[in-house]
């Protein structure tokens, strides 16, 4: 998803966590003063949409649209998809290094860097879906466009992850706004996959299998290559417009708080990642749900290519993708339930593993609409654990390194950064090793018959290796030392620190 794009997502708190300790009174005015209304959790969680609908719309449809509209060689769009993964990846721990040092200013620390990438993620988010007029320098536009509007979107979403961290000093609060903003961004996904797959897949260039000649495969009277191209200007403007309003509102309805309380560890960017590695329960956490993300990502990747040319649902390729998001969303309320009542690690067990028989069935059984919009709502179900899960056990390993560390503060946006270095590094992998995969194969760019061979290929990358990766990543969750009893414990234990903390701050106020 986005996406396994999917992602920096600061998702401390969509349990509902009871306080921990019920017998400390706070005063009332405090309590007050950290208090978020209800328009304040939702102008925030209105501020992680651009990320999830952006993703969501380039993890599913910019392979497509390299291939078939732009009409790139496999090869060539492999190498676009890579690079640009790559340094959106180098640009993470990069941007959350600079964002840990960054200086209070009169509208905050986070908010400048969110209202200053705003305006130049729009322009080249939109330069992305713009085919040039010219056949020699594309590769290099599209490479220039896409790590630049990655670059940018970095800039935007590392300080909005971090930003929960000083919307409110109160736990509770910050739980309870991660919670709205986990729905927003869910629905995110979803408006991202409506918007460009029902205005795109309207205008497609190519008509069903059974319209077309086996024998000769060009495009009939009648289908336009640059309809298709409009259309995709088309919805790469309205989600533009998305994006600005949802930046503008963030703007307007968050005011940051500045923490007075603690000062920050200074640290050199070597000395942040020698920090972080060094954390057993996080490298674990990475390492594990690095696989388990690639598979997915594998699956977001290629499933477009999968239903167009494998399936032959050409005309219904955006409907089932809908129906994948709009499954994740409306489930997304279950999985909470069942972290609260049996835990994080028994949901990754069961809410991950959930996908793969109906990975294997999509491919074992002779293509039919019915079965797969079937298919696609049970997978819908995994997605929803995928995209959510990862992002509900980061917290605690945060929580974890500051009761182990009590004098480190203020280093929790390098968690997350480095996080997602990880996890969009191998998306860049992964789609770079797929869409090499396909030139291999013998696909052929602009035709709407690709061969056998490249159906074949595509049932390989959508069905047994991501089964294989799920395994792989789910065996090495198992060694992920932080249970509930231990998570339950850390918590305790950041309350007491707290309450001793400002204690001590009001004793020195008074005196």
């Known amino acids: 998803m986005a996406r396994g794009e999917g992602a920096e997502q600061y998702a401390a708190g969509l349990l509902s966590v009871k306080p921990i300790n ?40 910019l392979q497509l649209y390299l291939l078939d509209v732009a009409q790139l060689d496999p090869f060539h769009a492999s190498i676009i998809l890579f690079v640009g993964r790559a340094w959106d990846a180098v640009t993470d721990p990069t941007v959350g290094f600079f964002v ?35 056949e020699e320098g594309k590769i290099v536009w599209y490479l220039i466009f896409y790590c630049l509007f990655q670059s940018m979107q970095t800039c935007f979403h590392v300080p909005y992850s971090a930003l929960t961290m000083f919307i409110t000093t109160d736990q509770k609060e910050r739980d309870s ?19 460009q797959g029902q205005i795109v897949g309207g205008a497609s260039n190519c008509p069903d ?34 994006y600005v309003c949802c930046a503008a509102v963030l703007f307007l309805g968050v005011k940051e708080k500045k923490d007075n309380g603690r000062k920050k560890t200074l640290l050199t960017f070597r000395q942040g990642i020698c920090l972080v590695m060094s954390h057993g329960p996080y490298v674990k956490l990475v390492i594990g749900f690095l696989f388990t993300s690639l598979a997915f990502m594998l699956l977001e990747g290629n499933f477009a290519l999968f239903i167009t040319y494998s399936l032959g649902h050409r ?22 339930w069942f972290l609260t009542r049996f835990g994080k690690k028994k949901a990754v067990y069961f809410g991950i593993s959930w996908a793969v028989p109906f990975m294997l069935l999509i491919v074992c059984i002779k293509s039919h609409l019915i079965i797969s919009y079937l298919v696609s709502v049970a997978a819908g179900v995994s997605v929803a654990a995928a995209f959510l899960l990862p992002w509900s056990m980061l917290p605690d390993v945060v929580d974890d390194f500051k009761v182990r560390n009590p004098d480190i503060h203020g280093h929790e946006a390098l968690f ?38 490249v159906s074949l290929t595509l049932k390989v990358l959508v069905s047994p290796v991501p089964v294989a990766l799920i395994a792989v990543g789910l065996l090495i969750l198992r060694t992920y030392p932080i249970d509930e009893e231990r998570r339950q414990g850390n918590q305790k234990l950041l309350q007491e620190m707290l309450d001793s903390e400002s204690e001590t701050s009001a004793l020195g106020s008074e005196v």
Request: glycine share 8%; proline share 5%; hydrophobic share 45%.
């Open 209 to 242: 299998p059974d319209e077309l000649d086996s024998s000769n495969s060009t495009i009939p009277t009648g289908y336009s290559l640059e309809e298709t191209k409009q259309a995709y200007l088309i919805a790469s403007g309205v989600i533009c417009i998305i």
């Open 100 to 134: 840990s040092r960054s200086r209070w200013t009169g509208i905050g620390r986070m908010m400048p860097w969110i209202l200053c990438s705003t305006p130049f993620a729009v322009l080249t988010y939109f330069l992305i879906w713009y085919v040039p007029p010219f």
């Open 22 to 61: 019920t017998e400390v009174k706070t005063a009332k005015p405090k309590d007050q003063r950290n208090r978020l209304s209800v328009c304040n959790k939702l102008c925030y969680a209105i501020g992680g949409a651009p990320y999830q609908i952006t993703g969501s719309a380039l993890g599913f449809f």
């Open 315 to 336: 005309k219904h390729f955006q409907n089932i993708l809908l129906v994948i998001m709009l499954s994740g969303t409306l489930t997304i309320p279950w999985w909470q």
């Open 416 to 453: 997350y950064s480095f996080y997602v270095f990880f996890i969009k590094f191998a998306s860049g992998m992964s789609l770079g090793v797929s869409t090499l995969s396909l030139k291999f194969a013998g696909y052929v760019t602009g035709s709407c018959i690709q061969p056998e061979a």
């Open 177 to 195: 706004a991660t919670a709205y903003r986990m729905m927003v961004e869910v629905l995110g996904t979803v408006l991202g996959t409506a918007i």
